[in-house]
């Protein structure tokens, strides 16, 4: 499986969405917020995530690059290479088990 960890900020005036994820052209399960608001992150995996975006699938060893596709409504398709880390040390309580994610608007 492969698992997003990271955190995406909107500073623009304007709010956006991120519509998907995809990781090697393999369409991620995106849970929790979607809504990208001015300085109101959403945060994938950690204490403070209010999202979570899973591919069931992910045949990629450790230390090696995938692509990470985003796709927002207004910003548009941003693709980007993310390096695979193993599940040990700070990735340790990194799961692909989709659980309800607490969505909390400020």
């Known amino acids: 499986a492969g698992v997003i960890v990271g955190t995406l900020l909107n500073t623009s005036d304007t709010d956006d969405a ?16 979607t809504t990208l ?5 959403i945060i994938f995996e950690g204490a403070s ?6 591919v069931a699938s992910l045949d990629v060893a450790a230390g090696q690059n995938v ?25 340790a309580g990194i799961s692909a088990e989709i659980k309800a994610v607490t969505t909390t608007k400020k």
């Open 18 to 33: 991120l519509l998907g994820v995809a990781i090697n052209s393999k369409v991620a399960t995106l849970t929790g917020n």
């Open 37 to 41: 608001s001015k300085n109101s992150p």
């Open 49 to 54: 995530a209010n999202a979570k975006a899973v």
């Open 67 to 91: 692509t990470v596709t985003l796709f927002f409504a207004r910003g548009g398709k941003l693709t980007l290479t993310a390096i695979v880390r193993d599940q040990r040390d700070t990735y």
